[in-house]
């Protein structure tokens, strides 16, 4: 069956459901949201914004999408399909959420691998008005919201399946807009990640951060799994975009962007975790 818009939006400003009417979006109350012309909607009130423009830059959008598009990460995307495959339960319409989904390399790869199989409503949310853009212009079957996850502008109980792929979770959402029983999928770098690309731009490593023991307030953990392999990236402009693209990129110090920018190819070890949880 064929994708599908998604039909479980909320108003931002007071949580009630938002119906398509023309070229917006209204809720009973009388707001609307205006759908832009690359297709997606903005749901994030300026009130609720903590800066002019939150989130990833145009310019890193950019170089994540030039990055992605080689196919280096192509295996973590895969082992997500994977996942959320085996854990979706056979029915008539699969509601699916990337909260954080930046220019929609995963949420594309994903409605790929599930179409055909039951009507497939997926929506890709980011607070970056540039990753939305981007994913809008290149997924156009798929419905996309510039939002936060702070403040998810879907109904409650809606989603079959929710993804924060390498963001920022906030759990209490997640659960409000999942389905009990449905799928919260998490994926996060290990302490290894990109560890050769930070020994050259950083003085020294931090020590990695504790990995998640606990499991979040309503939801039971359904295990999880390491993917890691080694990755050599080619050429100066691929390790740029490749810094470009994280944190590491305004993180670094000048002295260590100088090193990185004087490299022509370098090996990095993709090392990352993804965990499951059912709502219960």
């Not at 909320?10 to 009417?21: F, I, N, R, S």
Request: aromatic letters at 8%; glycine letters at 8%; charged letters at 25%.
């Amino acid at each position: 069956m064929p994708l599908a818009a998604f039909d479980q939006l909320a108003c931002p400003l007071d949580g009630v459901p938002l119906a398509q009417d023309g070229q917006s979006w209204r809720c009973a109350s009388g707001h609307s949201f205006d759908i832009a012309r690359q297709g997606y909607v903005h749901l994030l009130p300026v009130q609720k914004k903590r800066s002019r423009e939150p989130g990833d830059s145009k310019e890193m959008v950019a170089a994540r999408r030039r990055f992605l598009e080689t196919g280096g990460y192509e295996p973590v995307s895969d082992a997500v399909n994977r996942v959320v495959t085996a854990g979706l339960a056979v029915q008539p319409v699969w509601r699916i959420l990337d909260a954080g989904s930046g220019e929609g390399y995963y949420t594309g790869r994903l409605a790929e691998a599930l179409s055909g199989q039951t009507e497939l409503q997926v929506l890709g949310l980011d607070i970056s008005k540039w990753a939305v853009q981007s994913a809008a212009k290149r997924y156009k079957d798929l419905s996309w919201v510039v939002a936060s996850n702070a403040n998810l502008p879907v109904l409650p109980e809606a989603v079959d399946a929710l993804l924060s792929l390498f963001g920022f979770p906030v759990y209490g959402e997640f659960a409000r807009v999942l389905k009990p029983g449905g799928l919260l999928l998490q994926v996060d770098t290990g302490p290894d990640h990109l560890r050769e690309l930070r020994e050259i731009i950083y003085p020294e490593l931090k020590p990695a951060k504790a990995e998640q023991s606990t499991c979040p307030e309503g939801f039971r953990s359904l295990g999880a799994e390491s993917v890691r392999y080694p990755l050599t990236v080619e050429g100066q402009d691929r390790i740029s975009d490749l810094l470009a693209m994280t944190p590491h990129g305004y993180r670094a110090t000048e002295d260590g962007r100088r090193r990185a920018a004087e490299l022509t190819g370098l090996t990095v070890t993709v090392d990352v975790t993804i965990r499951t949880f059912e709502k219960h």
